[in-house]
């Protein structure tokens, strides 16, 4: 068994509430969510509204299956226009970990 995941630090453009915020972070999640059947989540820096960090997670028998939906999370979140991706940090745990 593998587990995959990814950390997003994220700098958010026009954004000046966190109403706003919400506004441009559930889409991405829920998009993450629903194309690749990840578990996904804002899983820092809620109170700045012009900063997210996202949390992906996968588990699979395979590590080039978890390599590819994992690669595939990436492109996605760093081609949507109203965010700038800073920062990606990627883990992938096996059985010995």
Not at 25 to 36: D, G, M
């Amino acid at each position: 068994m593998y587990v995959g995941t990814l950390s997003f630090d994220l700098l958010l453009g026009d954004v000046h509430s966190l109403k706003e915020k919400r506004s441009v972070v559930r889409p991405i999640v829920a998009e993450l969510q629903r194309k690749f059947s990840v578990s996904a989540a804002e899983v820092g820096d809620q109170d700045l509204h012009r900063r997210a960090l996202i949390g992906v997670a996968l588990v699979s028998g395979d590590t080039g299956f978890v390599s590819d939906v994992l690669d595939r999370c990436e492109r996605l979140v760093a081609a949507r226009p109203e965010v700038e991706l800073l920062s990606v940090r990627r883990r992938l745990h096996g059985d010995e970990d």
